[in-house]
């Protein structure tokens, strides 16, 4: 399956962490994460950002499905004699 990203150039208005697309060279390259400062990217080697997207981009645009199972109706919290605790609706 391939996701198609709105890949942005340049480099993000907003610091936090960032889906990169890395060119490490004419012909190579590879996607990492990364931390933009809110002045330069902050990471432990050299790299060359030709593209990112926000974490929650990437997130909106992946359907993750969550690692534990889950049975039952939504959780709520509920007033117990030793505080909240969760419970079935």
Do not use: R
């Given at each position: 399956m391939k996701i198609?990203?709105?890949w942005k150039s340049g480099t993000p208005?907003?610091?936090g962490m960032y889906f990169i697309a890395n060119k490490l060279g004419e012909l190579a390259g590879e996607f990492e994460f990364a931390r933009w400062s809110g002045s330069e990217w902050l990471c432990d080697h050299?790299?060359?950002p030709i593209g990112y997207?926000?974490?929650e981009t990437l997130k909106n645009n992946l359907s993750i499905q969550w690692p534990e199972e889950y049975?039952?109706?939504l959780a709520a919290k509920t007033r117990g004699t030793t505080g909240?605790?969760?419970g079935e609706v």
């Open positions: 198609q990203l709105q208005t907003e610091p050299p790299i060359n997207v926000s974490l049975s039952g109706e909240y605790s969760w």
